[in-house]
């Protein structure tokens, strides 16, 4: 079993430190402030996922500057080597909450775009698995029935399934919603 290693966080060295699993950390210190100083206790750093299904962590630099950083870039820059100056870091195993390390490289934007396709979940990207999807594949088979068994007009059925009459064309000759 590999030990959790620690390293400071590039540009926050005195305040956060990030483990090769994808862990991050606030780092033991004296605050001090014009009235008094405190001890602030070190602490693991509760990190959240954005729309896209990354996680993400606020780093506060001591001045008051907060900003919003990806763990997994975070654990890429502090200990992954860079030679060649790629600016995309890609999860080898496709899985945006694995930020070990091991998981973990630098690619091109090309590459990680490739990457992303190869490895995409078919559902969220056909039907109603869409994000952007307006009808269901229900309403899609019913549509194509409709107008094949009753010579509806695209008119008539863009009406009566909320879409717009190039949508029902598409959907009639087969163009879109092919899996269905």
Not at 28 to 45: D, N, S, W
Not at 91 to 108: F, G, R, S, Y
Request: charged share 30%; glycine share 6%; with cysteine.
């Amino acid at each position: 079993m590999k030990k959790e290693i620690w390293k400071p966080v590039k540009n926050y060295e005195s305040y956060y430190e990030v483990s090769n699993e994808g862990n991050i950390r606030s780092i033991e210190r004296i605050v001090v402030l014009p009235t008094h100083q405190y001890l602030k206790k070190q602490k693991m750093i509760k990190q959240f996922k954005d729309r896209r299904g990354y996680f993400h962590v606020k780093l506060y630099n001591g001045f008051g500057e907060c900003k919003s950083l990806t763990t997994h870039r975070i654990v890429a820059l502090t200990f992954i080597d860079n030679p060649e100056g790629l600016i995309e870091v890609n999860h080898i195993d496709h899985n945006k909450h694995n930020n070990h390390v091991d998981n973990l490289e630098w690619i091109t934007r090309s590459d990680n775009i490739k990457h992303s396709y190869i490895h995409r979940d078919p559902k969220t990207y056909k039907g109603s698995g869409n994000k952007n999807a307006k009808l269901t594949e229900e309403q899609v088979k019913n549509i194509r029935k409709e107008y094949k068994n009753n010579k509806i007009t695209y008119k008539e059925l863009a009406y009566k399934n909320n879409g717009g009459i190039t949508l029902i064309g598409y959907i009639v000759n087969n163009k879109v919603w092919k899996h269905v």
